[in-house]
């Protein structure tokens, strides 16, 4: 069992940055592999970015590509997301997940444990 709280949320302008980030607690957080998903309103919560479940390789949305980073720093138990040139389609509830199995990186239902969300408005 992991718990997972996110923050670093907030109400950006267009072309600002930020980072999120995603604290775990509970069980060995290395073994975990750790996304973000994110749900604009209205909208079906979708994939923004992952680690394989070795933490070698990243995986990013076509739509969030070269503007956010996923990175994890296993000695604080912490993962983030970086995120530049924000525009007002990254409006969102974000989402921290993990799983420790092996399943499809991109796909919701591969997640076993999330976090509250954490919300992010870009204004234009």
């Known amino acids: 069992q992991v718990q997972l709280v996110e923050s670093g949320g907030g109400l950006v302008q267009a072309g600002s940055s930020l980072r999120l980030s995603c604290e775990a607690s509970g069980r060995t957080f290395s073994s975990y592999a750790m996304g973000w998903f994110r749900q604009a309103p209205g909208k079906e919560r979708e994939f923004v970015a992952a680690?394989?479940?070795?933490?070698?390789?990243?995986y990013y949305a076509d739509s969030v590509k070269g503007r956010f980073t996923i990175s994890r720093d296993n000695a604080k138990n912490t993962v983030y997301l970086q995120m530049n040139s924000l525009k007002p389609e990254d409006t969102a509830t974000y989402y921290c997940?993990?799983?420790?199995?092996?399943?499809?990186?991109?796909?919701?239902?591969?997640?076993?444990?999330w976090g509250q969300g954490t919300q992010v408005t870009v204004s234009s």
């Open positions: 680690f394989s479940r070795s933490s070698s390789t990243t």
């Open positions: 997940a993990a799983r420790d199995r092996p399943a499809t990186y991109y796909l919701i239902q591969s997640f076993d444990y």
